[in-house]
């Protein structure tokens, strides 16, 4: 049992570049999230789903876009890559209440 | 405005010097306060849930305790290994499990 897996780690980006940071959970879980971190701040919500095919956003969606097409799959697509989108981005999923979080993907735009 | 505020943002400790961390909100509808250990380069592990005041949570040398205005997350005889990044989360009102954090309490134990 895996829990929430985020894929790459770590990632550098040219300002004007796209990319899709994964991320999956095995535990069969209907809610998933999408958290920038940044320093010295609390975590923010991008986005948000409640299962597969419905997805919302959260309270910093610019710039970014979500799909669901699996229970275990919530991808966070990034357009048009700017110096702001550098951040560590958590991916998180629950079943009731309590969020479980992936281990991060690390994003630098350059 | 829906808020969370933790303090202090850092906290250094001896070895075995016991202290607290705050977590105060401003939200309407708390419907639960969850409490998070983030170690340096990794994702929220989590804690806690608190559901209602006077309500207490225990693990280790760790103790969770929630007001109607704050939560306070108690460390007994910390040892190097408490070492971590404290993060504080509310939810409130209806609808999606939507948290709200704080910016965290950075927590450093000196043998």
């Known amino acids: 049992n895996a829990g929430v897996t985020q894929t790459p780690k770590f990632r550098i980006l040219k300002i004007g570049q796209s990319m899709t940071l994964q991320c999956t959970q095995d535990?069969?879980?209907?809610?998933m999230y999408w958290y920038r971190q940044d320093p010295g701040m609390g975590l923010k919500l991008i986005y948000y789903?409640?299962?597969?095919?419905?997805?919302d956003k959260g309270e910093v969606p610019n710039g970014y876009n979500v799909s669901r097409s699996t229970t275990e799959d919530f991808p966070l697509r990034l357009e048009l890559a700017a110096p702001s989108q550098t951040s560590v981005y958590f991916c998180?999923?629950?079943?009731?209440?309590?969020?479980?979080f992936g281990p991060g993907t690390r994003l630098l735009v350059l | 405005e829906d808020q969370v505020t933790q303090s202090p943002e850092a906290l250094r400790l001896q070895e075995g010097e016991s202290s607290s961390l705050n977590c105060s909100y401003t939200?309407?509808?708390?419907?639960?306060l969850f409490w998070y250990r983030q170690d340096p380069g990794k994702g929220p592990e989590f804690l806690f849930t608190?559901?209602?005041a006077g309500e207490e949570k225990e693990k280790e040398r760790l103790k969770a305790t929630l007001t109607k205005k704050e939560s306070f997350l108690h460390i007994t005889a910390p040892k190097p290994e408490d070492s971590a990044t404290y993060l504080c989360?509310?939810?409130f009102g209806s609808g999606y499990n939507k948290l709200i954090f704080g910016a965290g309490t950075r927590l450093a134990v000196h043998p």
């Open positions: 998180a999923s629950s079943y009731a209440e309590t969020q479980y």
């Open positions: 535990m069969n879980h209907n809610y």
């Open positions: 789903s409640v299962g597969a095919g419905i997805t």
């Open positions: 939200v309407s509808g708390l419907r639960g």
């Open positions: 608190l559901y209602s």
């Open positions: 989360a509310v939810q």
